[in-house]
């Protein structure tokens, strides 16, 4: 396939895990990808496993405005357009609320919500000139909450309402805004889980797919969303997590 042939597509995060396997996808059919993190050298990696194009590894913290302003003008200035921006970049902070600081709640929304928000606004008038998309990668934890996770669900939920918001906002103008919320899946960030079988065989039992996501998975909706096969879906978060989110929240009785 090569539904993203001449087109350029930013991904946020896109150093490991769902970011790089978004970036692998939309340059194996036939975009110009755009890396975007804080670590360079995770970017060229990445860049270097991606299929033959114009491609580029750009850091930035998206946390930083300016910074992501400057991002902005870099994509224009070199392609003259986007097409599709990724917000996937995130962190996780867990704890009740009073076992959190200050200092990680403000880290974990300058990351999650505001570099939403700084990507989403310095991008969007490129966005409305190629009547491009926006693909947020919130979570079901920003559609249900968590244990010990209630700043994660928090940014999470900010993200999925402002999808919403976004797309009553810009489908006049031909702009749509959707969001993937995956499920547990197997990223960096869940990497101190992967190898506590107790743990897995509880999410398992949940999940009625009876795996983990991996990041392949994620990418194949983003890719999906993103592309002109859902041009008629806008405003929507679309659950990537194996059934989970089918259940009512009783336990299994046989």
Not at 71 to 87: F, I, P
Not at 162 to 180: E, H, P, S
Request: include cysteine.
């Amino acid at each position: 396939m090569s539904r993203f042939s001449q087109k350029v597509v930013v991904i946020t995060g896109a150093g490991s895990g769902i970011g790089a396997a978004a970036a692998q996808r939309f340059a194996h059919e036939g975009a110009s990808v755009v890396l975007v993190g804080r670590t360079q050298e995770k970017l060229e990696k990445v860049k270097s496993t991606l299929a033959a194009g114009q491609h580029l590894a750009l850091s930035c913290d998206v946390a930083d405005a300016e910074q992501v302003r400057q991002l902005a003008e870099q994509v224009q200035r070199t392609y003259g357009r986007t097409d599709v921006l990724v917000n996937n970049a995130g962190s996780v902070v867990q704890g009740k609320i009073h076992e959190v600081s200050i200092e990680d709640w403000k880290t974990l929304m300058s990351v999650d919500l505001d570099g939403v928000f700084h990507c989403t606004h310095f991008f969007m008038p490129a966005l409305l000139s190629s009547k491009g998309n926006v693909v947020n990668i919130s979570s079901v934890s920003g559609m249900g909450g968590d244990w010990g996770m209630s700043v994660y669900n928090a940014a999470k939920g900010a993200v999925t309402n402002f999808t919403r918001a976004l797309a009553m906002d810009y489908g006049a103008d031909g702009v749509r805004v959707n969001a993937i919320c995956p499920g547990f899946t197997f990223t960096d960030l869940t990497e101190d889980m992967q190898d506590d079988e107790a743990l897995l065989a509880r999410f398992y039992d949940r999940i009625p797919l009876r795996r983990a996501g991996q990041p392949d998975d994620i990418a194949s909706a983003i890719a999906f969303i993103a592309s002109d096969d859902a041009r008629y879906i806008t405003g929507v978060n679309l659950p990537v997590d194996g059934g989970i989110t089918a259940s009512n929240g009783q336990p299994k009785q046989a």
